[in-house]
């Protein structure tokens, strides 16, 4: 076994090789059950370290009043509204509490992860879901529009994308409760009416926008770095039945909007700067405004993972967003573009990331070429959609800036039927 | 002159008659230039109400704290979430304060209307925009699809709605930047970029929801007016020629996000409960849960002033949401039939509101053919789209429950290019 390095080691037990070691440090918000409101904490190991309960032990000195009152708030609206030096002065000063160095006294307030309640890790302001893979985009063209080029006319001059429902976005656990709505119907009949048939997941990576821009702004790509404070895993949940009937002309709407699943720990960009790659090539070149100049792809392995009620979690998918056709910067450069202000809390997501491979794909519609082909599960079942009581659960892995093992905050749900 | 019976008649000096009389009482957030934050009024004739400040005055006995805290707050959404009982206590207690009985002892507090700062009434969450008005759907099929039946497959069957950006919901008075983005290209050709040639209004009313409601929960048509608390004017500005290249497939985006104006003042359902008129007959039979109980459209005459800078107003185009086919009420219903959860503020629009005859149109595009049967104005000029420096000023009229004038609070906004 490797020797972790002295500057990458937690004096946290188990915090080394954990995914949530001294080289992650991802954001959360949690109630410790005591009765007070949300507070902001730090994941390390199986721990969450309680921010104002650690400015208040003088844990993490040296900060800004300013830094000091962010981390006394509920959640990561505050500090993410600082700006970036506030957000890397923050990161070194809990770097340092919670590393195995000479300058920590281990007075950081830990509580075990598993005693207190998760809630959102931020505010959601604004959600836009993109549709950033082409394998993903040419998957769905095929199946929802045969008759067409599955790529649509503008698709590879802009990354396209469009408003999700930020009052349903919820934090990883929350339970599903299986949408009802309108489906296509025979000629001449009245649409079907019931619970959907077609329940999905879409596998998506978030970015959180930390800064508020005024109307008229356009961000551009070079300067993304200076508004995207994190990522996290989404889960997009798709009613596919609901989603083709509705859909024409403007848009995805009943069919997305009852859920859409984030992770509880929001992954510091500068926790996964080394894991930020260049997407493939792009032809024919697009417009000035979105010309890439870093590369803003993430390379990580992303599993999903089907447990049926009472059975064995086994995995059903492995993809990779590096290969996205259109990247974080240019989406939210695309985005305001026209001048569309951004606010702290802002989330865009890749939309669903796909590979070209059989279990690479990032949604049940593609694994199951819209139920034609099954999943045969271990224990004999098979699976088109999702059923009640299925619970699916994605998880994304990579090695931190020292080599240890970095795990993004998982986000999961099960399925339950409408009361 | 009709004598304004004693119920109506308010101290208040030009109100009766103003639109804004005792019958009316909308509610606005407004900052009156020394230095405090926004609070609550409500508008009686060229004044404001400052209703923070005639609770500590007196003016407003018999409150519940649970009231008197919501009136000392900044906006709406502390009274809104008190719900129906709550508001309407507040309304009956306002009307004896701004009313001549003898129970008003006229010590209100008032501020000059124009010496204030306005600010949004409420504070957005999730914005839907709906597609409600038949007319405006199939001009809009004949110019986008020309190829295809105007209306779509679903339209007749269910309220097509998308969300829309909230972050962008701007109060009246805002300045309009020319949005820029890429728009259809020739064949071959990349897109062309630029500021939008094709800037556009759409005339909206907006209906503000007031409660919280959990997740997998449904509103039933029947109880809407629990969670409906008033309505505002809304022009949702458009970029057609953006919004025509990127629409396909996930609908509209940047041709919409870069603002969405609403008036100042949101008029309770309960001054215009007296407008409320069923939509037209729907054919074929709609599904149950979207079958009307109560009726949920509103008789409103609403005008469309067009100011060229420099120039002169004239009305370009006079419509009325009264016979929309989706109503309020079925567009609430459906967007939370897959027990999508609401949240205090949000805002449900119809869509652009059109009649049948030329100018009853609610956009440019539909009053114009797309440019091609530009408008003639008084001053000999034309126009397709806007111009920059042009004002679009969105006013609406009844009577009040008494007989006397009512005017929604307008909507208005200049078109600047952008910088």
Not at 54 to 64: H, I, M, N, P, Q
Not at 149 to 163: E, I, M, R, S, T
Not at 226 to 242: Q, T
Not at 259 to 280: F, K, M, N, Q
Request: glycine share 10%.
């Amino acid at each position: 076994m490797a020797v972790v390095s002295a500057a990458a080691r937690s004096w946290v037990r188990g915090a080394d090789r954990s995914g949530f070691g001294l080289g992650h440090l991802p954001y959360g918000s949690f109630l410790d059950g005591a009765g007070g409101g949300a507070r902001l904490g730090v994941r390390i190991g199986e721990f969450v370290c309680d921010l104002a309960a650690s400015v208040d032990a003088g844990a993490l000195g040296g900060l800004s009043d300013a830094e000091n009152a962010a981390l006394r708030s509920p959640n990561l609206n505050a500090l993410m509204a600082l700006g970036r030096p506030a957000w890397r002065s923050v990161r070194a000063c809990v770097k340092r509490a919670l590393g195995d160095g000479e300058r920590s006294d281990r007075s950081a307030v830990l509580l075990a992860v598993d005693e207190v309640k998760i809630a959102l890790p931020f505010t959601p302001a604004d959600y836009i879901d993109g549709y950033a893979s082409r394998e993903h985009t040419e998957h769905l063209g095929q199946l929802f529009r045969p008759d067409e080029d599955p790529l649509p006319a503008n698709w590879l001059h802009l990354p396209v994308g469009y408003h999700g429902r930020a009052g349903t976005v919820v934090v990883s656990g929350t339970e599903i409760i299986r949408p009802r709505g309108q489906s296509s119907p025979d000629n001449g009949d009245p649409p079907p009416f019931g619970p959907t048939a077609k329940l999905d997941i879409e596998v998506e990576l978030g970015f959180i926008n930390a800064l508020d821009t005024p109307l008229g702004f356009s961000v551009p790509v070079r300067a993304v770095g200076e508004h995207i404070f994190g990522i996290v895993l989404v889960n997009d949940w798709s009613a596919r039945d609901i989603q083709s009937w509705e859909y024409r002309p403007l848009g995805p709407f009943l069919g997305k909007s009852f859920a859409t699943s984030i992770a509880a720990w929001v992954t510091p960009i500068d926790a996964v700067e080394h894991l930020r790659v260049h997407g493939p090539k792009q032809d024919p070149p697009v417009l000035d405004y979105l010309t890439r100049t870093e590369p803003w792809n993430f390379d990580l392995q992303i599993q999903v993972w089907l447990t049926p009620s009472g059975g064995q979690s086994e995995l059903i998918s492995t993809t990779n967003p590096k290969n996205l056709y259109w990247d974080a910067a240019q989406q939210l450069a695309h985005a305001t573009i026209n001048g569309a202000a951004l606010r702290t809390g802002d989330m865009h997501a890749t939309g669903t990331i796909s590979g070209t491979a059989h279990r690479t794909e990032g949604s049940l519609i593609e694994l199951t070429r819209d139920g034609q082909q099954p999943l045969s599960l271990n224990d004999g079942a098979q699976r088109t959609y999702l059923q009640d009581g299925d619970n699916v659960r994605l998880t994304a892995t990579a090695l931190d800036a020292h080599g240890q093992p970095l795990t993004l905050g998982p986000v999961e749900g099960t399925i339950k039927p409408p009361s």
